[in-house]
T-cell receptor, first 113, second 116 residues
Framework: EPEVTQTPSHQVTQMGQEVILRCVPISNHLYFYWYRQILGQKVEFLVS????????KSEIFDDQFSVERPDGSNFTLKIRSTKLEDSAMYFC???????????FGSGTRLTVV | AQKVTQAQTEISVVEKEDVTLDCVYE???????LFWYKQPPSGELVFLIRRNSFDEQNEISGRYSWNFQKSTSSFNFTITASQVVDSAVYFCALSDQGGSQGNLIFGKGTKLSVKP
């Protein structure tokens, strides 16, 4: 069964450092997403991406965040200057359309120290 | 505004008991999708079901069943004869046309503990 692959599974970074989280969506999917889950809390939408541009973003997705699809297969989330409160599990997802085939990756646990 | 409420924060049952997890949603759209996900201690999100707003038939999959009631804006999830492996956090989620690209709005989750 096709899956969304996220790397790394765990990342520890120092406060103020830039971090890039990587995702390989399912190959025929057109919509891509990032979500965040702070430990013990609910999963929160960050951003959706379609046709090589951001289609929607939440209040959480401020200027410190950016997304990119650099080579037609990877989908990345960059946090420019990490803060302690960025520590969370970050999930990538992709879908065929906005509603169908929605598949989450297994997540990257980011710890900012 | 879209919203998903899972009023039960934690539920603890003994193995073989039936348990129902509640989910109440709010949306102004007539077309929307509802989801349930399981998050085991390992942390990944495991897809359980997607239901669209035009299909109110209840669904059963093995020990799992879902009761969708538009009249009460609820999409409840029942596990019959619970097992220890069912212990996890369960999230209900909503996707409607307001989130035009299918962004999911999650509830806060219900932590289910099944004791032997």
């Amino acid at each position: 069964e096709p899956e969304v692959t996220q790397t790394p599974s765990h990342q520890v970074t120092q406060m103020g450092q830039e971090v890039i989280l990587r995702c390989v969506p399912i190959s025929n999917h057109l919509y891509f997403y990032w979500y965040r889950q702070i430990l013990g809390q609910k999963v929160e939408f960050l951003v959706s991406f379609y046709n090589n541009e951001i289609s929607e973003k939440s209040e959480i997705f401020d200027d410190q965040f950016s997304v990119e699809r650099p080579d037609g297969s990877n989908f990345t989330l960059k946090i420019r200057s990490t803060k302690l409160e960025d520590s969370a599990m970050y999930f990538c997802a992709s879908s065929e359309t906005g509603f169908f085939g929605y598949t989450f990756g297994s997540g990257t646990r980011l710890t900012v120290v | 505004a879209q919203k998903v409420t899972q009023a039960q924060t934690e539920i603890s049952v003994v193995e073989k008991e039936d348990v129902t997890l509640d989910c109440v949603y709010e949306t102004r759209d007539t077309t929307y999708y509802l989801f349930w996900y399981k998050q085991p201690p390992s942390g990944e999100l495991v897809f359980l079901i997607r239901r669209n707003s035009f299909d109110e038939q209840n669904e059963i999959s093995g020990r799992y069943s879902w009761n969708f009631q538009k009249s009460t804006s609820s999409f409840n999830f029942t596990i019959t004869a619970s097992q220890v492996v069912d212990s996890a956090v369960y999230f209900c989620a909503l996707s409607d046309q307001g989130g035009s690209q299918g962004n999911l709005i999650f509830g806060k989750g219900t932590k289910l503990s099944v004791k032997p």
